[in-house]
C-alpha cells in the first residue's frame, strides 16, 4: 500500500501542471456555433430535406396566389376602385417575405439549434412587421387618392406629397418601435421621446398644420365645393379654389377674399348649393278701407297665384295691425337648387298679386297720416268730417268821396 501511494506521487510530480483555462474569445464562440450547426445537419438531414422542400412548396404557393390576387386586381375597370387599391397592396408584397415566411413555418420541424431559431425569429419579426407598414400606407395613400378621384380635387392631388411623407414617417416609426419591442429593448423612453419631439414640432410649426390639418377636413368632409355659393360670416361669395393654407372665394360684388382654413372652419357656413327648395315670403300692405269681406276672401287670391305660377303654397294670413297698413303673410316654397330661378319665381309671383289685386280692387297702403286740428274746448276746427257752409263775405266800405 505505500508503495503504491509513493509511485503516484513520483508520477504527479513528474507530469506538468495543467494551464489555467482560459476566457472563450467570439472566435471560440462562432467555432461553437460552427460545431453544433454541423452536429445539427449530421443528425436531422432528413427532416432539414424534407423542411427545405415543403418549405419551397409552401413559397410556390404564396407566390402563385400573389400573382393570382394580382391580375385579378389589375383587371378592376374603374381606377382607385377598391379592387385596384387592393392589387396596389398585394403588388408591394415583396417576395424576400414570402420566403421567410415559408422558412419559418418549416424551421420548427428540423429542429434547428436555439440560436439558428432565434434568428429565423428575429428575421421574420423584422420582415413582417415592415411588410405589414408598407400594406398600411398603401391603404391609406390608396383610400386618400380615391377620395380625390371621386371629388376631383386639385389640392387634395397637389397635397399628396406632404401625406406620403408624415404617413411614411408615422408607420415606419410604429414600425421601428415594435422590432426593438420584440428584441426585448425597453422603448418606453424612445416613445416619450418622440412624444415630446411631436409636441415641440406641433408647436413650432402650429399655424401651417392648423391650416393643413383644417384644408384636409375641408376636402374630406366636403362642407363646400368649388363653384358653390357660400355664406360665410357676412360675406356670401361663390368658391374659387381650396388651398392648402387657404381658401379663395369671389363675393357677389366681385371682390376676392382669401380666407386662411382654420378661420373658415371657426365660423357657421352655409352652403346655398343643395339647396333642393328655397322659402320665399312676401308681407303685403292693404288700406285701412278695404272691407272685411276682401280681407277674408284675400289668403285664397294670393293661394291661387302661387299655384297658377307652379310653386308649392305654404300659408297666407293676417299678421299685423300698422300705423298705415293691414299686414297679411305670404309663404311659398320654389322647387329648384339655382339661385336665380328662385329670384325669377319671386318676380313673376310678385307681378302675378298686383295683377290679381289691382283687378280685385285692392289697394296697396303707403305711409300716410292725418292730421285733426282742435280748439282749446274740443271743437273740431279743420279738417273735420262736415265742413260748414262758406259764411258770406261782408260788403267793403266804400272810399270816401
Do not use: C
Given at each position: 500500500m505505500?508503495?503504491?501511494l509513493?509511485?503516484?506521487?513520483q508520477?504527479a510530480?513528474?507530469q506538468?501542471a495543467?494551464?489555467?483555462s482560459?476566457t472563450?474569445g467570439?472566435?471560440?464562440?462562432?467555432?461553437?456555433y460552427?460545431?453544433?450547426?454541423?452536429?445539427?445537419v449530421?443528425s436531422?438531414?432528413?427532416?432539414?430535406?424534407?423542411?427545405?422542400?415543403?418549405?419551397?412548396?409552401?413559397?410556390?404557393?404564396?407566390?402563385?396566389?400573389?400573382?393570382?390576387?394580382?391580375?385579378l386586381?389589375?383587371?378592376?375597370?374603374?381606377d382607385?376602385?377598391?379592387t385596384?387599391?387592393a392589387?396596389?397592396?398585394l403588388?408591394?408584397?415583396?417576395?424576400?417575405?414570402?420566403?421567410?415566411?415559408?422558412?419559418?413555418l418549416?424551421?420548427?420541424?428540423a429542429?434547428?439549434?436555439?440560436?439558428?431559431?432565434?434568428?429565423?425569429?428575429?428575421?421574420f419579426?423584422?420582415?413582417?412587421?415592415?411588410?405589414?407598414?408598407?400594406?398600411?400606407?398603401?391603404?391609406?395613400?390608396?383610400l386618400i387618392?380615391?377620395?380625390?378621384?371621386?371629388?376631383?380635387?386639385?389640392?387634395l392631388?397637389?397635397?399628396?406629397?406632404?401625406?406620403?411623407?408624415l404617413?411614411?414617417?408615422?408607420?415606419?416609426?410604429?414600425?421601428?418601435?415594435?422590432?426593438?419591442?420584440?428584441m426585448?429593448?425597453?422603448?418606453?423612453?424612445?416613445?416619450?421621446?418622440l412624444?415630446?419631439?411631436?409636441?415641440?414640432?406641433g408647436l413650432a410649426a402650429?399655424?401651417?398644420?392648423?391650416?393643413?390639418?383644417?384644408?384636409l377636413s375641408?376636402?374630406?368632409?366636403?362642407?363646400?365645393?368649388?363653384g358653390?355659393?357660400i355664406?360665410?360670416?357676412?360675406?356670401?361669395?361663390?368658391?374659387?379654389?381650396i388651398?392648402?393654407?387657404s381658401?379663395?372665394?369671389?363675393?357677389?360684388?366681385?371682390?376676392l377674399?382669401?380666407?386662411?382654413?382654420?378661420?373658415?372652419?371657426?365660423?357657421?357656413?352655409?352652403?346655398?348649393?343643395?339647396?333642393?327648395r328655397r322659402?320665399?315670403?312676401?308681407?303685403l300692405?292693404?288700406?285701412y278701407q278695404?272691407?272685411p269681406?276682401?280681407?277674408?276672401?284675400?289668403?285664397a287670391?294670393?293661394?291661387?297665384?302661387?299655384?297658377?305660377?307652379?310653386?308649392?303654397?305654404?300659408?297666407?294670413s293676417?299678421?299685423?295691425?300698422?300705423?298705415?297698413s293691414?299686414?297679411?303673410?305670404?309663404?311659398?316654397?320654389v322647387?329648384?337648387?339655382?339661385?336665380?330661378?328662385?329670384?325669377?319665381a319671386?318676380?313673376?309671383v310678385a307681378?302675378?298679386?298686383?295683377?290679381?289685386?289691382?283687378?280685385?280692387?285692392y289697394?296697396?297702403?303707403?305711409?300716410?297720416?292725418?292730421t285733426?286740428?282742435?280748439?282749446p274746448?274740443?271743437?273740431?276746427?279743420?279738417p273735420y268730417?262736415?265742413?260748414?257752409k262758406?259764411?258770406?263775405?261782408?260788403?267793403?266800405?266804400?272810399?270816401?268821396?
Amino acid at each position: 500500500m505505500t508503495l503504491s501511494l509513493l509511485a503516484a506521487a513520483q508520477t504527479a510530480a513528474t507530469q506538468p501542471a495543467a494551464a489555467p483555462s482560459a476566457t472563450p474569445g467570439p472566435l471560440d464562440d462562432l467555432r461553437h456555433y460552427w460545431d453544433a450547426s454541423v452536429a445539427w445537419v449530421n443528425s436531422h438531414w432528413l427532416q432539414i430535406g424534407i423542411a427545405i422542400g415543403v418549405g419551397l412548396v409552401i413559397y410556390a404557393l404564396l407566390t402563385m396566389a400573389r400573382r393570382f390576387a394580382l391580375k385579378l386586381a389589375q383587371s378592376a375597370d374603374a381606377d382607385m376602385s377598391f379592387t385596384h387599391i387592393a392589387g396596389r397592396v398585394l403588388h408591394k408584397t415583396k417576395s424576400t417575405v414570402l420566403a421567410i415566411v415559408a422558412i419559418r413555418l418549416v424551421a420548427g420541424y428540423a429542429q434547428p439549434p436555439a440560436v439558428i431559431l432565434q434568428l429565423i425569429q428575429f428575421v421574420f419579426t423584422i420582415a413582417v412587421v415592415m411588410q405589414v407598414a408598407i400594406w398600411a400606407r398603401e391603404i391609406v395613400l390608396g383610400l386618400i387618392q380615391r377620395r380625390a378621384a371621386e371629388g376631383h380635387n386639385e389640392t387634395l392631388s397637389n397635397a399628396m406629397g406632404i401625406i406620403r411623407l408624415l404617413i411614411s414617417v408615422a408607420l415606419f416609426a410604429i414600425a421601428a418601435i415594435v422590432i426593438l419591442d420584440n428584441m426585448g429593448v425597453n422603448v418606453t423612453g424612445l416613445v416619450a421621446g418622440l412624444g415630446i419631439g411631436g409636441i415641440a414640432i406641433g408647436l413650432a410649426a402650429q399655424g401651417i398644420f392648423s391650416d393643413l390639418f383644417a384644408s384636409l377636413s375641408i376636402i374630406f368632409d366636403r362642407p363646400f365645393r368649388v363653384g358653390e355659393t357660400i355664406k360665410y360670416d357676412t360675406s356670401t361669395a361663390t368658391v374659387e379654389r381650396i388651398g392648402l393654407k387657404s381658401t379663395r372665394l369671389r363675393s357677389v360684388n366681385g371682390e376676392l377674399l382669401v380666407i386662411s382654413n382654420t378661420n373658415l372652419l371657426s365660423k357657421e357656413i352655409t352652403n346655398f348649393a343643395h339647396l333642393h327648395r328655397r322659402r320665399v315670403s312676401f308681407v303685403l300692405n292693404i288700406i285701412y278701407q278695404t272691407s272685411p269681406e276682401k280681407l277674408r276672401a284675400l289668403p285664397a287670391l294670393l293661394e291661387e297665384q302661387v299655384k297658377a305660377a307652379g310653386h308649392e303654397f305654404i300659408r297666407s294670413s293676417f299678421v299685423a295691425f300698422n300705423p298705415s297698413s293691414l299686414d297679411f303673410e305670404l309663404v311659398f316654397d320654389v322647387f329648384s337648387d339655382n339661385y336665380d330661378e328662385v329670384i325669377a319665381a319671386r318676380g313673376d309671383v310678385a307681378i302675378r298679386i298686383v295683377a290679381a289685386l289691382g283687378e280685385a280692387g285692392y289697394d296697396f297702403a303707403y305711409p300716410t297720416q292725418t292730421t285733426f286740428t282742435a280748439a282749446p274746448d274740443g271743437t273740431m276746427i279743420m279738417p273735420y268730417a262736415e265742413s260748414p257752409k262758406p259764411r258770406a263775405s261782408a260788403a267793403k266800405p266804400g272810399k270816401p268821396d
